[in-house]
């Protein structure tokens, strides 16, 4: 079961440099996000889509874009990385049963 | 805005039970969860709870909600060293989960 798969797990990334985080999932779901995590605060929300063709911006989203051209995949690009980003970061998806499934996570370190 | 409140840190001793502790904000809450992420991981759906129950069981696992305090808590019984974790208590005000607000979780620490 592949469920949430996001790649890559880690990151170094130079300040000014921009990336792709990529996310996919196998279970068909409408609903995909993108959090950020950092110690003490949380998951926090950068952005999300509730179908292909449709984005939002969450909680958080400078700095960041996306895009949904498919049901399956929702990455999430940096545009020129700094410190700031320097996170963990989570990509989700959810059934209309509210249940929201996790990828493994992605380590991000921005020098 | 709103927001989840719980303690970072809790400490137990293995075999006793753990009470992790949480309050929200938003009154139309209508999903209340709870989240483990085991070091380097993901979060893991634990358990969840409608807004219109009081109680819910599932086998160590007892969640509480008081909804005139807006009060949410996970009891792990008989706490293993395995359940150390962090867990999160997230609520969501509508279905789709795509807005779902966290908490900042709670490290459990279990003694041996």
Known sequence: ?111 | GEDVEQSLFLSVREGDSSVINCTYTDSSSTYLYWYKQEPGAGLQLLTYIFSNMDMKQDQRLTVLLNKKDKHLSLRIADTQTGDSAIYFCAESPNTGGFKTIFGAGTRLFVKA
């Open chain 1, 1 to 111: 079961n592949a469920g949430v798969t996001q790649t890559p797990k880690f990151q170094v990334l130079k300040t000014g440099q921009s990336m792709t985080l990529q996310c996919a999932q196998d279970m068909n779901h409408e609903y995909m996000s993108w959090y950020r995590q950092d110690p003490g605060m949380g998951l926090r929300l950068i952005h999300y889509s509730v179908g292909a063709g449709i984005t939002d911006q969450g909680e958080v989203p400078n700095g960041y874009n996306v895009s949904r051209s498919t049901t399956e995949d929702f990455p999430l690009r940096l545009l020129s990385a700094a410190p700031s980003q320097t996170s963990v970061y989570f990509c989700a998806s959810t059934n209309a049963g509210n249940t929201i499934y996790f990828g493994e996570g992605s380590w991000l370190t921005v020098v």
